[in-house]
């Protein structure tokens, strides 16, 4: 069965300090691994989408990264604006992403 | 419109009554996609649309649960004879469907049922 696996399922960061967001997953097949970012109360936004093992994507503070068995989202220089829940998914190509539990990051002031 | 949008946005029913939640996709978009997130959980997939057919509807949890989607635009996710367990937010995305699977979501409907 396939697996999405995200950790930790909250962390909390002071502004400024760095840090890392796993997500793991067993899935024959992998087409693809998304990473999205979901605010209270709103749907999920898409950030980035990562195709093979050694990709990397970059947007703003944020950098994806994936191996054949992992994906790590990290987060550099975090500001307030940045705390949200970080969800990872996979698809096979089947037009279904399988969502892990997401992430929930505060970053204090 | 801009984006998703999702109707009601809040719905409270009692249980045994049935409901209906509406998704108005991205205009052009020809695929839809309905996912349920409970309460610290990661969100659970429902039914795929291509145009007003469904291909994927492996995700509904029990035949209360049904779909629709008419002239390739808005759909209506229904659940008949609720239960307190189908209480979660219900999202709906769409993406172009041309093999993009960058989804965009609506802010979802909140489902409590008492």
């Known amino acids: 069965e396939d697996q999405v696996t995200q950790s930790p399922e909250a962390l909390r960061l002071q502004e400024g300090e760095s840090s890392s967001l796993n997500c793991s997953y067993t899935?024959?097949?992998?087409?693809?691994l998304f990473w999205y970012r979901q605010d209270p109360g709103k749907g999920p936004e898409f950030l980035f989408t990562l195709y093979s093992a050694g990709e990397e994507k970059e947007k703003e503070r944020l950098k994806a990264t994936l191996t054949k068995k992992e994906s790590f989202l990290h987060i550099t220089a975090p500001k307030p604006e940045d705390s949200a829940t970080y969800l990872c998914?996979?698809?096979?190509?089947?037009?279904?992403?399988?969502f892990g539990q997401g992430t929930r990051l505060t970053i204090n002031p | 419109g801009a984006g998703v949008s999702q109707s009601p946005s809040n719905k409270v029913t009692e249980k045994g009554k049935d409901v209906e939640l509406r998704c108005d996709p991205i205009?052009?978009?020809?695929?839809l996609y309905w996912y349920r997130q409970s309460l610290g959980q990661g969100l659970e997939f429902l039914i795929y649309?291509?145009?007003?057919?469904?291909?994927?509807k492996s995700g509904l949890p029990s035949d209360r649960f049904s779909a629709e989607r008419t002239g390739g635009s808005v759909s209506t996710l229904t659940i008949q004879r609720t239960q307190q367990e189908d209480s979660a937010v219900y999202l709906c995305?769409?993406?172009?469907?041309?093999?993009?699977?960058?989804?965009?979501f609506g802010s979802g409907t909140q489902l409590s049922v008492l």
């Open positions: 649309f291509q145009g007003n057919s469904a291909p994927d």
């Open positions: 205009s052009g978009h020809t695929a």
């Open positions: 899935v024959s097949g992998l087409r693809g």
């Open positions: 998914a996979v698809t096979k190509g089947a037009q279904k992403l399988v």
């Open positions: 995305a769409s993406s172009p469907g041309r093999g993009d699977e960058k989804l965009f």
